[in-house]
C-alpha cells in the first residue's frame, strides 16, 4: 500500500541546535515533495517544496533534502528556536498531480 | 488581508443537520482545495477545483458532502445530514497552480457535532 510515514515521536531539542525530521515514502513516484509548518489550531504554512531532480533546497535556516533512491525526504532547522516549535508536515504529488497526500506531521519542540 | 479566509471558524450543530463552510481564496488562485483534519492526522483530501470546475472528489468523501465554485470564486462545502464522525477541522487551500509554488490555507472551520 502507499505509504507516507513522519517520526512518530515529538522531537524535543535545546535551541541553537540543528533540528532533523525524516519523512519516508513507499510506492509513489512522487514529482515534487513539500513541507508545511502548522502550528495548534491554524491551517497548515507552505515553507518549502522541493523536485524529483533536485537533491537540497535552501531558504534561510532551513534545508531540504530529496532522496528518491531511499525514497526519503529530511528537513532541517539550523540555529533552532523556541518559535520554531510546531508540527512540520510532509507532503507528496501523487500521480496525477492534483492533489497532495500527506503524512501525519512530527512534534518539534525547542526548549529555551 | 490578501490570504485565503474561511467562515465560520467554528460550528456547532446538532447530529441530523446541514452546515454549510465558505472559503475565499486568493483571488488571482485558480485552484481551490478542501482537506478535512482530525486531532493528530494530516490533512485529508476531500475535493479540487480548477477555476469552476470539480476535477476531483475523494471516493472517501459520502453522498452527504457537496462542494460547489461558481465563478471560479469563492467555494462553499456542504455536509447533510450531519454525524458525529464529521466532527473535525475542514481546511481550504488555493494555489495559483504553478511549478514550484504551494497550497496556501486558510485557518479552518472546526465543526463539533453533537
Known amino acids: 500500500s502507499q505509504k507516507i510515514e513522519q517520526n512518530s515521536e515529538a522531537l524535543n531539542i535545546q535551541e541553537g541546535k540543528t533540528a532533523t525530521l525524516t519523512c519516508n515514502y513507499t510506492?509513489?513516484?512522487?514529482?515534487?515533495l513539500q513541507w508545511y509548518r502548522q502550528d495548534p489550531g491554524r491551517g497548515p504554512v507552505f515553507l518549502l517544496l522541493?523536485?524529483?531532480n533536485e537533491k537540497e533546497k535552501r531558504k534561510e535556516r532551513l534545508k531540504v533534502t530529496f532522496d528518491t533512491t531511499l525514497k526519503q525526504s529530511l528537513f532541517h532547522i539550523t540555529a533552532s528556536q523556541p518559535a520554531d516549535s510546531a508540527t512540520y508536515l510532509c507532503?507528496?504529488?501523487?500521480?496525477?498531480?492534483?492533489?497532495?497526500?500527506w503524512g501525519l506531521g512530527t512534534s518539534l519542540a525547542v526548549n529555551p | 488581508d490578501t490570504g485565503v479566509s474561511q467562515d465560520p471558524r467554528h460550528k456547532i450543530t446538532k447530529r441530523g443537520q446541514n452546515v454549510t463552510f465558505r472559503c475565499d481564496p486568493i483571488?488571482?488562485?485558480?485552484?481551490l482545495y478542501w482537506y478535512r483534519q482530525t486531532l493528530g492526522q494530516g490533512p485529508e483530501f476531500l475535493t479540487y477545483?480548477?477555476?469552476?470546475?470539480?476535477?476531483?472528489k475523494s471516493r472517501l468523501l459520502s453522498d452527504r458532502f457537496s462542494a460547489e465554485r461558481p465563478k471560479g470564486s469563492f467555494s462553499t462545502l456542504e455536509i447533510q445530514r450531519t454525524e458525529q464522525g464529521d466532527s473535525a477541522m475542514y481546511l481550504c487551500?488555493?494555489?495559483?497552480?504553478?511549478?514550484?509554488?504551494?497550497?496556501?490555507f486558510g485557518p479552518g472551520t472546526r465543526l463539533t457535532v453533537l
Open positions: 507532503a507528496l504529488y501523487a500521480g496525477n498531480n492534483r492533489k497532495l497526500i
Open positions: 483571488s488571482e488562485h485558480n485552484r
Open positions: 522541493i523536485r524529483e
Open positions: 477545483f480548477q477555476n469552476e470546475a470539480q476535477l476531483e
Open positions: 510506492n509513489y513516484s512522487p514529482a515534487y
Open positions: 487551500a488555493s494555489s495559483p497552480g504553478l511549478a514550484g509554488v504551494g497550497q496556501f
